[in-house]
């Protein structure tokens, strides 16, 4: 019999969390590695997780640019990953369309500056 594809895991996974408000991110800390938590907004894409930021100058920006390793706590899920900034414009396209309609608080915002300060897309582990 062959083995479930951990990719349609995934997104099953991810599929039942979507709608949460918001994930708890543990990342590293560039020097020490100490795990650091904050609480953060987030949005699904398919098989992956998007982090966004008003603010690239953030601790858990800093330490996730640095090691890229993250673990995230949404509802009942516990997700390991490696984050990577979305530095393509049709990629943040793709995040800014995702954060209007989640996060509806956020249009004043991206009216004003057309997107978030950063990203980074999540890709999960297996």
């Keep these: 019999m062959p083995s479930p594809d951990p990719k349609v895991d995934i997104t099953a996974r991810l599929a039942r969390i979507a709608r949460a408000g918001t994930v708890t991110l543990t990342h590293y800390g560039r020097k020490s590695g100490k795990p650091y938590r904050v609480t ?3 949005t699904v894409d398919g098989d992956h997780i998007n982090l966004q ?3 690239m100058k953030r601790q858990w920006v800093r330490n996730v640019l640095a090691s890229g390793r993250v673990s995230l706590q949404i509802k009942d899920e516990t997700f390991e990953g490696t ?3 979305v530095t393509d414009s049709a990629d943040m396209g793709r995040v800014v369309e995702l954060m209007k309609r989640k996060y509806p608080i956020s249009l004043p915002y991206l009216w004003i500056k057309k997107r978030p300060d950063g990203a980074f ?3 999960l582990a297996a």
């Design 53 to 55: 930021t008003m603010n």
């Design 83 to 85: 984050a990577v900034q």
């Design 40 to 42: 953060i907004w987030f």
């Design 121 to 123: 897309r999540v890709t």
